[in-house]
């Protein structure tokens, strides 16, 4: 993996899964939780296992009506690069 990754997924618990077996996994990645159909409904986040934070925010009852989520990593990513785009994202948003 060289180049940077972004991952679009139902935000559901199979889809959650499937995020073990990616290669972003265990890396730092950032991640965006959102409502397509609710306008300007989104959770801006950072982790280094992705799989684990989903499934914790699929357990939040706060985090119900978000129905979509994106990872976004590169295997070159540390965790201040990754805190340094949540926060920028954040920012804009």
């Given at each position: 993996?060289?180049?940077?990754v972004?991952?679009?997924?139902?935000?559901?618990?199979?889809?959650?899964?499937?995020?073990?077996?990616?290669?972003?996994?265990?890396?730092?990645?950032?991640?965006?939780?959102?409502?397509?159909?609710?306008?300007?409904?989104?959770?801006?986040?950072?982790?280094?296992?992705?799989?684990?934070?989903?499934?914790?925010?699929?357990d939040?009852?706060?985090?119900?009506?978000?129905?979509?989520?994106?990872?976004?990593?590169?295997?070159?990513?540390h965790?201040?690069?990754?805190?340094?785009?949540?926060?920028?994202?954040?920012?804009?948003?």
């Amino acid at each position: 993996m060289n180049e940077l990754v972004f991952e679009k997924r139902e935000f559901t618990s199979d889809h959650v899964n499937v995020v073990k077996a990616l290669h972003l996994n265990n890396y730092p990645i950032v991640y965006i939780l959102y409502n397509e159909k609710k306008k300007p409904t989104a959770y801006i986040g950072q982790t280094v296992q992705a799989a684990r934070r989903l499934k914790n925010h699929i357990d939040d009852k706060k985090r119900k009506n978000l129905n979509r989520f994106i990872l976004i990593g590169h295997e070159k990513f540390h965790q201040s690069a990754t805190y340094n785009i949540e926060s920028n994202l954040i920012n804009y948003l």
